[in-house]
């Protein structure tokens, strides 16, 4: 079964830093890209950040760029969201999700979903 889960949310001040992990398991790891999509309350899910074992690549939204970093461990199947410089309006809930191959930043192309991990953060 494939399987997907997000954790390390929490509360942080603004300015603060938070590490999410996502630990896969169920699929062959590097035939995918694993992408961090957020949800807040009153909003549809937004794209974050995407990792394709695939190519080799990685790709952040406009907002989180210079702020957030994408990476992996292949031998763990664990893809790991550094956080940095937090401000409130990155409060969501963070999900990971698996596409094949490429990442398109397409939340259709998404046919695999974890449970969230809550970040909040405070002014």
């Known amino acids: 079964e494939v399987q997907l889960q997000a954790s390390g949310g929490g509360l942080v001040q603004a300015g603060g830093s938070l590490r999410l992990s996502c630990t896969t398991s169920g699929f062959t790891f590097d035939d995918y890209a694993i992408s961090w999509f957020r949800r807040a309350p009153g909003k549809e899910r937004e794209w974050v950040s995407c990792i394709s074992k695939y190519e080799g690549t990685t790709h952040y939204v406009d907002s989180v760029k210079g702020r957030f970093t994408i990476s992996s461990d292949n031998a763990k199947k664990t893809v790991y969201l550094q956080m940095n410089d937090l401000k409130p309006a990155d409060t969501a809930k963070y999900y990971c999700?698996?596409?094949?191959?490429?990442?398109?930043?397409?939340?259709?192309?998404?046919?695999?979903w974890g449970r969230g991990t809550q970040v909040t953060v405070s002014s």
């Open positions: 999700a698996r596409e094949q191959k490429w990442c398109s930043g397409k939340e259709s192309m998404h046919n695999s």
